[in-house]
């Protein structure tokens, strides 16, 4: 059996919530009509790929997103939301447009990634163990499902880069260089002998 799995990764296109530099998970903030032309432009770019489903975490934005690339690729199973996915809580903190606080935000996430610090958070907010314990449930229930095949996923920034941080192992060499809106990067899953995963291809490296 082939146990080799495509998954075509995005963060969601541009969101009010990101307009407006509110932090936080924010699940009720929607797309802008700039994020809804990302969408359809990164279903374009997805087409010939042989994808056959599309996920997406439960925020408003991300499943907006993915029906969008769906629709796009012309896929008749529409979208699945995958809860595990969503983007960081920041607890308290939620909501606020402080920018100290998105330097915080940025702060614990550079001591997840590179630093492997994973007991960072902000303020009462999740930890890296809390959001990348979630990511790798999501995504590995995904290749569980889909052997052999191709799907795409979309996520959220900071959640996405955390989690697959330590699935693939990433460190520093992602640093300074965010997903930005909508634009699909791959990662491969291999069960092998052992489970493997690899992100040969992040945006902007």
């Known amino acids: 059996m082939n146990d080799h799995v495509r998954l ?17 998970a924010q699940p009720g903030a929607a797309l ?14 997805l087409g010939g790929q042989g994808i056959t489903h599309v ?15 769906a629709g796009t690729l012309g896929l008749t ?12 809580g ?13 330097a915080r935000t940025a702060e614990v996430l550079r001591s997840w990634v590179v630093d492997g610090d994973l007991d960072q958070a902000v303020a009462d907010g999740e930890s ?6 979630r990511v790798t449930a999501a ?3 995904l290749v569980a499902a889909h052997p052999g095949g191709t799907i795409a996923v979309v996520g959220h920034v900071a959640s996405l880069t955390a989690g697959l941080g330590v699935l ?23 069960a092998g002998p052992g489970p493997t995963w690899r992100c040969p291809d992040w945006p902007g490296e």
């Open 8 to 24: 075509h990764c995005l963060r969601h296109a541009e969101s009010e919530n990101v307009v407006t530099g509110t932090a936080g």
């Open 32 to 45: 802008t009509a700039r994020g809804r032309v990302q969408a359809s432009e990164a279903g374009l770019r």
């Open 55 to 69: 996920y997406a975490g439960t925020a408003v934005r991300a499943r907006q997103t993915a029906a969008i690339v």
């Open 77 to 88: 199973t529409g979208v699945t939301v995958v809860p595990g996915l969503e983007e960081v």
């Open 90 to 102: 920041l607890g308290r903190m939620e909501g606020t447009r402080d920018p100290a606080v998105r």
């Open 128 to 133: 890296g163990h809390a959001v990348t314990a």
């Open 139 to 141: 995504l590995t229930s």
């Open 168 to 190: 693939c192992g990433l460190g520093g060499r992602v640093w300074g260089a965010p997903l930005p809106h909508a634009v699909p990067f791959l990662v491969e899953y291999g």
